[in-house]
Each structure stands twice: as C-alpha cells, then as structure tokens.
C-alpha cells in the first residue's frame, strides 16, 4: 500500500453504481489507505480489496441510521410527551413524566393514538389473576414494549391477551412479578427501557 494510492476509475464507477455516494468513497478512501499502511501489507490489486471494504463500511452506516430512525420512530409514538409550540416534541419534565407513568400505571392512559389502545376487549381482571396487576396495565405495557423493541417483543413473548382479553401465560408472570411494584418503580424501569433501546 502507497501513501498516495487511489483506486482505479473501474472499482471508483462500481460503487457510485451501488449507490454509495462520492464524498463517502472519499472518505473511506483516506480510512483504507491509513488501515492497510498501518498493517505494511503488500498486495498485487488493492481495488477488490477497496470495493469490499467500502460497500461494508456503507453497508453498516445505513444499518446504523435505520437504527437511530427506529429508535426515534419508537420514542415518538409513547403517548403523552410534550410538545413545544411548532409541534415538535420536547423533553418533558420529571414532573410531567412521573405523571404520565402513574396514569399508566393505573391504567388510564392508553395512548393518544388508536394503535396504542388495546384491540380486544379488556376486563379489570383475567380469572385465576386476582391480586396481579390489572390486565389492562398489562396490555398498555406490552403496546409499549412492542413500539419500543419491535418485532422482537411479541416474537419472544407472544400477545399479552387472547382474544377474549384474558392474561396469556407470560403475561399473567409478568403482571405477578409486577403486583408490588409501585407507580415510580413501573416509571423508573419503563424511562430505563427508553434510554437503553
């Protein structure tokens, strides 16, 4: 590898035709010369090597910004954050946080928006779960966790209600191991999920 190496107009055309802009192949360019002088090795055709390396670089950039596009998206769509005066969202206040999650702790707040409320009919309490946090508490915090992590949520720990809104078994493990917990607990422990997601 020379200082002053530049890959040839062939893998330079190969990957603005993937889509990979010319100012982030520049930048990669300065990355790969300084990687592989670091590493003294000597090889017969840096372009393939440069072409990989580039597409991976780019490929993981994007990953990344979905990422951080996902996370947004998640955050944005938790009910009840304040909003400044062009509309746009702002921190909240301990304050109002804390009331927001005692509203969900109680199970008043199901969102602003239609997709956070539940889809089933909701009774106070599943049979058999008496003493548990109340079903509806349940299911406004599953909708949560299923906006924060995705996918992921409901394919690890499936629906919190059948049809018939009873507590499903992971559910009902879930309300029972969360029975004691006050409202600033179930506060700390959601706000700990949003910083961490």
Known sequence: MDLDWVPNETAFNELQTS????EFIAQSLHEFRAYWLSRGEKKPD???????????????QQQQEQRRHDRSEARSRVSGLPQNQSGRQRRETVTERNERYERFAAGLDTGNDAEFAPKTRLQPTSPGTEGLMPARAIAALWARFSHLYG????????????????????AATWAKALANLTADDLARGLHACLDRA
């Open 151 to 170: 996918n992921r949520w409901v394919s690890v720990y499936g629906e919190a209600l059948s049809a018939d809104g009873i507590l499903q078994p992971v």
């Open 19 to 22: 889509g990979i802009p010319v």
């Open 46 to 60: 840096w372009n393939p090597e440069f072409i990989r390396q580039t597409r991976h670089q780019f490929a993981y």
